[in-house]
């Protein structure tokens, strides 16, 4: 499909891990990034990934990327109740209007 | 650090009214975008500008029209506004090739009565 696809909702207690998933849309698409957005505020960059690595490690963050299924996961380890955002999956894509955004995933962190 | 500044925050209209939202962006970026954010719905892209000169229709033009002034400044400008309008909108900025992703400003919370 066209569209960039996340779950819209997850919870999880303080102190678990969080994986949210994306499934993305072109298979061509050379960069994809995380945001994350508090309550109201704009999107703030968290990662990205190029396509050609799988894995990608930042301090409490882990990005996964299949490319042969175009999936990518964001993994939180150790949430807390700062980590209570909506989390945005995108693709740059090499055409048009470059960038696609998924809907969201809000997640809630329960003490 | 600035970034992607939005004006004005918040605002409230009356249908039929016009307004015109100011964005500018101070990290020379070529590119620069407009979207919608509905509850449920994610982000959808009204227009964009590639470069200094250029604008695009994007997935939800349709009320809207856009001015890029100038490299820094890229404005939205709501002609008739009507309830369906009653959005958050978001200006960003990217640069060229590369990783480079979208910068963001805060939103301006607008609301059609």
């Known amino acids: 499909g066209e569209d960039v696809e996340q779950s819209l909702f997850l919870s999880v207690r303080e102190g678990d891990s969080s994986v949210i998933n994306c499934t993305y849309t072109?298979?061509?698409?050379?960069?994809l990034y995380w945001y994350k957005q508090e309550p109201g505020a704009g999107l703030q960059l968290l990662t990205y990934?190029?396509?050609?690595?799988d894995m990608k490690q930042d301090q409490r963050l882990t990005v996964l990327l299949n490319k042969k299924d175009k999936h990518l996961s964001l993994r939180i380890a150790d949430t807390q109740t700062g980590d209570s955002a909506i989390y945005f999956c995108?693709?740059?894509?090499?055409?048009?209007?470059?960038?696609?955004f998924g809907p969201g995933t809000r997640l809630s962190v329960l003490p | 650090n600035a970034g992607v500044t939005q004006t004005p925050k918040f605002q409230v209209l009356k249908t039929g009214q016009s307004m015109t939202l100011q964005c500018a962006q101070d990290?020379?970026?070529?590119?620069m975008y407009w979207y919608r954010q509905d509850p449920g719905m994610g982000l959808r892209l009204i227009y964009y500008?590639?470069?200094?000169?250029?604008?695009d229709k994007g997935e939800v033009p349709n009320g809207y029209n856009v001015s890029r002034l100038n490299k820094r400044e890229f404005s939205l400008r709501l002609e008739s506004a009507a309830p369906s309008q009653t959005s958050v909108y978001f200006c960003?900025?990217?640069?060229?090739?590369?990783?480079?992703?979208?910068?963001f400003g805060d939103g301006t919370r607008l609301s059609i009565l």
């Open positions: 072109d298979s061509s698409s050379t960069y």
């Open positions: 500008s590639a470069s200094e000169g250029t604008t």
């Open positions: 995108a693709e740059r894509r090499n055409y048009g209007q470059n960038f696609v």
């Open positions: 990934i190029f396509s050609n690595m």
């Open positions: 990290m020379n970026h070529n590119s």
């Open positions: 960003a900025s990217s640069g060229g090739q590369g990783y480079q992703p979208q910068h």
